[in-house]
């Protein structure tokens, strides 16, 4: 698994229960090192045993887990960089919900060792979507909702989501547009601003 996922696990967990509770999951785990280096990869192994430790050791269960880490990379500041290149989908959610399809080739073209699952969306009426997350990275379903739930917040519109299963291989996630301006969204900018 890429370095800059793990790296994401790692901050998320930091952030959110302490580094602490960090050093002690990767100790549980066995790991010989604490700190992932982003721009390597590790054995998925490797991963999904530091996940199945904190998920015991936070008493979560691993889709609610993976859910927040989602929720964690959009809306927490020190994911500012990624936040930016989910806004370029489009001006509304309904644009950024279209730009998904697009997701793992624009992923690939900043960090081109980096490949996401494909996501395919289809609109089954104006304010109803599906999006189909392909196989490849487990639990990307789950931290796909988090994202998806952080981005509905983030242009102000308020959304129904539910896990709709699996049909051929892909987890559906289930989108209502119940109001596309339902609160004033997160203030953006196409240009950074320097501090």
């Known amino acids: 698994m890429h370095g800059l996922i793990n790296r994401a696990i790692q901050s998320f967990v930091c952030a959110t229960y302490g580094r602490q509770c960090w050093l002690h999951a990767t100790q549980a785990a066995e790991l010989d090192f604490n700190e992932f280096e982003a721009m390597l990869i590790y054995d998925a192994e490797i991963s999904n045993r530091l996940l199945d430790v904190l998920c015991t050791e936070l008493k979560r269960r691993k889709p609610e887990f993976l859910e927040d880490l989602g929720t964690y990379l959009v809306s927490h500041p ?21 730009s998904l399809d697009d997701l793992s080739d624009q992923v690939r073209l900043a960090v081109s060792d980096l490949t996401l699952p494909n996501l395919e969306l289809r609109e089954q009426s104006p304010a109803e979507y599906l999006l189909y997350c392909f196989p490849g990275l487990p639990g990307y379903s789950s931290v796909m909702t988090g994202i998806l739930r952080a981005m509905a917040d983030d242009y102000g519109a308020l959304v129904i989501l539910s896990n709709e299963g699996r049909q051929n291989e892909a987890d559906i996630i289930s989108i209502t547009l119940v109001e596309s301006a ?14």
């Open 182 to 195: 339902f609160a004033e969204g997160r203030q953006f900018e196409l240009g950074a601003r320097k501090s």
């Open 78 to 98: 020190n994911m500012e960089d990624l936040r930016r290149l989910l806004r370029f989908g489009g001006v509304t959610y309904v644009e950024f919900l279209h």
